[in-house]
C-alpha cells in the first residue's frame, strides 16, 4: 500500500507544474530548501488580506486574532518536536540563527578555557562557524568526531573523544551531504556522562524524521522551517527551559523585556526573552499550516516514502560505471541525499547539463568545506528527495545523467 497519495500531493504544490527549459520540473534540491503546498501560500495571503497586524501588542481584533494565530503555531511546534513545555520553543529566523544564539548566550557564559567543543566531520557551516569563533573566544578547543568509510560516526572513537573536558556535543541529525542519519541519543549518553551538554542540527533531520526531543535526549534542537514546506525565514530554538532560563538574552530590544528602566531592565519571561523585535508574523503563521500539512501525511509515512526513493536511486546509481556515491549505502541508515561525483567532471558542469532536462540538484560544497577536504574533492553533486519526488523523476535523472556521462567522456572510477 502507498504511503500517502503521491498524484494528490504533488497537485498540492503549484510550482511542480511549471517547465524549466521546455521540460516539466524535477525538482530534487530539496536538502537546500522545500517546495510549498498551497495551502502555505493561502496561509500567507490570508493573513495579509485578513489580519495583518503586530501581535502581542494590540488590545484590537485584527492583533488578537494574530496573535493567536502565531502562537498556535508555537503549540503545533512543541507537539511536532515532542516537547514538554510550550515556553521553549522559540522562533528565530532560520537554524543559522538558532545555533548562534546558543553559542553567544550559553556559550559565552559556560565555555570556559581549556573547554572542549565535540562537533562531526559532516557538520554544515552553521553548526560549526559560530562554534569556532566561540572557541577562539574563549580559549576552548573544537574537537572532531571522525567518519567510518561509509560516512558514519564511529561510537568507539565518539566514546574516546567525549570525556571530562567537553562541555558540548553539537551535531547535526542528519548530513546534508552524505545522509548519514546520526545517533544522536548514543551520543548524547556519553556527552551526560561526562557532564555535557548536547546540541542537535536539525536543519535536515527534523523536516524527514519523526522527531522527539525526549528521544533524541538532546538540551537544544535547532531547525528552520522552509526545509519543511513552510516560508523562508522561520527557524526554531528548542531549549531545556532550565537551561534557557539561566541564559542571558541574545538580541534586546522591543518584546524582551518586562520592566525597563531608564538604568536597568527586566526581562521578559521565557520564549519572550529570546523574541526581540517584531517577528516574522506571516512566515511563522504560515509555518503552520506546513506542520500541518506533514501531520495529515505522517512523519512515518514521509520517511517510508523517502527510503523507498533513496532506495531505488542507489540501486539505479549503479548503472553508472563513472559514479562515485557517498555515504551509507543502506537506505535505512540515510535521509533521501544523494552525493556523487564522476571522476574528473566538475559537479556544476553535471548541475548544468542536469538543468538543461529541468532538472534541479544541487552542486557545490554545500556549506561543509572540511568534510569535503576529508572527501579529497572540491564538490559533489546532490540530489535530495521529498515528498513530491516520484520514482519517474528519478528515472529521469538517471537518463540526464547517463547523458552527462556520454557529454562529459568516460574516466574510470577510483
Ligand atoms: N544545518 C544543516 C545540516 C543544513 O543542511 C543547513 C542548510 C543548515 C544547517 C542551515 O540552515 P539555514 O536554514 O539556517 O540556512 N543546508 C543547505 C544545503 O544543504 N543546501 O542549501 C542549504
Request: charged residues 20%.
Amino acid at each position: 500500500m502507498k504511503a500517502f497519495d503521491l498524484e494528490q500531493v504533488r497537485k498540492d504544490f503549484p510550482i511542480l507544474s511549471r517547465a524549466v527549459n521546455g521540460k516539466p520540473l524535477v525538482y530534487l534540491d530539496n536538502a537546500a530548501t522545500a517546495q510549498k503546498p498551497a495551502c502555505v501560500i493561502q496561509a500567507l495571503t490570508n493573513y495579509y488580506e485578513h489580519y495583518n497586524a503586530n501581535i502581542h501588542r494590540g488590545i484590537h481584533t485584527l492583533s488578537e486574532e494574530a496573535t493567536s494565530a502565531y502562537e498556535a503555531v508555537r503549540e503545533s511546534i512543541r507537539d511536532f518536536i515532542a516537547a514538554p513545555c510550550l515556553r521553549s520553543v522559540i522562533f528565530t529566523r532560520n537554524a543559522t540563527e538558532a545555533v548562534n544564539l546558543v553559542a553567544h548566550s550559553w556559550g559565552r557564559t559556560n565555555i570556559l578555557p581549556g573547554d572542549e567543543i565535540v562537533l562531526s566531520a559532516m557538520e554544515h557551516h552553521s553548526n560549526l562557524v559560530p562554534w569556532q569563533l566561540l572557541a577562539s573566544e574563549r580559549g576552548a578547543k573544537l574537537v572532531y568526531l571522525e567518519l567510518t568509510e561509509s560516512g558514519e560516526i564511529d561510537l568507539q572513537q565518539a566514546a574516546s573523544v567525549i570525556g571530562a573536558r567537553t562541555k558540548l556535543v553539537a551535531v547535526t541529525m542528519m548530513s546534508n551531504v552524505l545522509g548519514t542519519i546520526v545517533p544522536v541519543a548514543e551520543l548524547a549518553k556519553l556527552a551526560h556522562a561526562a557532564g555535557a551538554l548536547v546540541l542537535v542540527d536539525g536543519a535536515q533531520g527534523v523536516p524527514h524524521l519523526k522527531t522527539s526531543v525526549t528521544e533524541l535526549d538532546c538540551d537544544f534542537l535547532v531547525f528552520s522551517l522552509h526545509k519543511m514546506l513552510g516560508p523562508t525565514g522561520v527557524g526554531v530554538l528548542w531549549g531545556r527551559p532550565e537551561l534557557l532560563e539561566a541564559m542571558p538574552p541574545f538580541l534586546s530590544g522591543g518584546d524582551m523585556i518586562g520592566s525597563v528602566w531608564r538604568d536597568r531592565v527586566k526581562f521578559n519571561e521565557l520564549p519572550y526573552k529570546f523574541e526581540a523585535g517584531t517577528p516574522n508574523i506571516a512566515d511563522v503563521i504560515a509555518s503552520g499550516a506546513a506542520i500541518d500539512y506533514l501531520n495529515r501525511l505522517g512523519m512515518d509515512n514521509v520517511r517510508a516514502h523517502e527510503i523507498e526513493l533513496t532506495k531505488y536511486a542507489l540501486n539505479r546509481m549503479k548503472e553508472l560505471d563513472d559514479a562515485l556515491v557517498y555515504g551509507p549505502l543502506d537506505a535505512n541508515k540515510r535521509g533521501g541525499v544523494i552525493s556523487f561525483n564522476f571522476a574528473d567532471v566538475h559537479p556544476h558542469d553535471i548541475g548544468q547539463i542536469l538543468n538543461e532536462s529541468g532538472i534541479a540538484i544541487r552542486a557545490g560544497h554545500h556549506c561543509c568545506q572540511p568534510l569535503m577536504r576529508d572527501l579529497k574533492v572540491a564538490g559533489t553533486a546532490r540530489a535530495s528527495f521529498y515528498i513530491y519526488n516520484t520514482k519517474d523523476e528519478i528515472d529521469q535523472f538517471l537518463e540526464a545523467l547517463q547523458e552527462a556521462d556520454k557529454v562529459m567522456g568516460h574516466v574510470a572510477c577510483r
